[in-house]
């Protein structure tokens, strides 16, 4: 089993910054990649910013410029700076982790819960 939990969401007004963290665990055996995405209501699911394991990175061009993705010291985590928030950005995020375990071998996708980022004046 894979556990991804995801903190760091809040109100911001525009302009501003925050982080979000993201820390995969469990029977983990290795992680292909990690990657922040976001819904807002009556919206698909869209993809912010990846990061592979080889350390390779990719962003929505919505955010190009803006946010920055990055792995932690520790194994298994990601982070999101996000800078020059706007309104639009509003929306819950949520961290994915495209990993094997050790029982399967197999690369599945797993989901965080998802925390909640409000860009409001």
């Known amino acids: 089993q894979v556990h991804v939990v995801e903190s760091g969401g809040g109100l911001v007004q525009p302009g501003g910054s925050l982080r979000l963290s993201c820390a995969a665990s469990?029977?983990?055996?290795?992680?292909?990649?990690m990657g922040w995405y976001r819904q807002t209501p009556g919206k698909q699911r869209e993809l912010v910013a990846v990061i592979t394991s080889a350390g390779s990175s990719n962003y929505a061009d919505s955010v190009k410029g803006r946010f920055t993705i990055s792995r932690g010291n520790a194994k298994n985590t990601v982070y999101l700076q996000m800078n020059s928030l706007k309104p639009e950005d509003t929306a819950v995020y949520y961290c994915?982790?495209?990993?094997?375990?050790?029982?399967?071998?197999?690369?599945?996708?797993?989901w965080g819960q998802g925390t909640q980022v409000t860009v409001s004046s």
């Open positions: 469990g029977s983990i055996y290795s992680v292909n990649a």
């Open positions: 994915k982790a495209v990993a094997r375990t050790s029982a399967t071998m197999m690369a599945l996708d797993y």
